[in-house]
């Protein structure tokens, strides 16, 4: 168990920079590349790169490249796009399906937040996932806080998630968090959560649960679901401000043109994290097909 939640080692952020160079190659890149070409630019063989790169990514980079090519976001927007009101009728609140496992979660008390975690125990440990290291937060009551340090370094995001309730008691604690860390990409676990923030942030966030996997919504639906449509700003700073990333699904906010807009934890982490939900989505419908 303590291995599955551990500070990542140096062969670990190797193989997340030769990712990351190979993302930023096919970003640039005004055509899709062929695995030979990405290859030979990552200097391995197809075979090795193929593996590595699946492994980090969930993908292939073929199939990456596909979710990731220019007008992707807008045709999430116009083929796969759900209304919050519509999704809250069919049942799918913050209590429902999320990422295929069941989520329960509580919000804190509008008093506790003020006082900056003042009393609270939180327990973090750092975790393997499809998109670089995470950081996983959790007090007695479930998860409070997800991180990716990818583009922000480990350093910087522990930093950011302490900040967010400074007078709490931060304990490392891989053996604690990894049972919760393991819930949150194996099917059909539980997770539980507890949900630290201001009032109006809470409201966002439980909106956003309502999201299903491989649909994305617009900051303007956001504000009209919380019951406050001109609140768009205010809405895009809740996003992000959002502790439990991708179980709460900020990267699921786009912009109304269809653009991505920005990601806390760095934009390439948001395009990660649609590629590989659009993905797994996909990919039964086609073998149904």
């Known amino acids: 168990m303590a291995r599955y939640c551990r500070v990542m080692e140096q062969d670990h952020s190797y193989h997340y920079n030769v990712i990351r160079r190979a993302i ?10 062929s695995l030979e070409a990405l290859a030979q630019a990552m200097q391995m063989s197809p075979a090795h790169f193929q593996r590595l790169f699946s492994s980090w990514v969930g993908i292939s980079p073929k199939r990456y490249q596909q979710y990731l090519a220019l007008g992707h976001a807008k045709q999430l927007l116009a083929a ?17 399906r999320l990422h295929d496992l069941f989520v329960t979660w509580e919000a804190m008390a509008p008093g506790d937040y003020a006082r900056g975690g003042a ?17 996983a937060m959790a007090t007695e009551r479930g998860l409070c806080g997800l991180g990716f340090a990818a583009e922000t370094g480990a350093a910087a995001t522990l930093a950011d998630l302490v900040a967010r309730w400074p007078d709490a008691t931060h304990l490392a604690d891989d053996d604690a968090v990894a049972p919760l860390a393991q ?10 959560l507890h949900l630290i923030g201001a009032p109006f942030q809470i409201k966002v966030w439980e909106a956003l649960l ?3 996997t491989g649909h994305v919504t617009t900051y303007s639906e956001i504000a009209g679901a ?37 990601y ?26």
Do not use: Y
């Open 24 to 33: 930023d190659v096919i970003d640039a890149a005004p055509a899709p590349l």
């Open 80 to 96: 796969r796009f759900t209304t919050l009101e519509t999704a809250q009728e069919v049942g799918l609140t913050g209590t429902g």
């Open 119 to 135: 009393g609270l125990v939180i327990r973090h440990g750092w975790c393997d996932s499809p998109f670089g290291p995470m950081l």
């Open 183 to 192: 819930a949150i990409f194996a099917g059909q676990a539980k997770a539980r």
């Open 210 to 212: 309502r999201i299903p």
């Open 226 to 262: 919380v019951g406050n449509p001109r609140a768009v700003r205010a809405v895009g700073t809740a996003v992000g401000r959002n502790p439990i990333s991708w179980l709460i699904p900020c990267h699921r906010a786009l912009r109304k043109s269809g653009e991505l807009g920005g």
């Open 264 to 289: 806390h934890w760095g934009l390439p982490v948001k395009r990660a994290m649609l590629a590989w939900e659009a993905a797994k989505t996909e990919e039964p419908r086609r073998a149904a097909r």
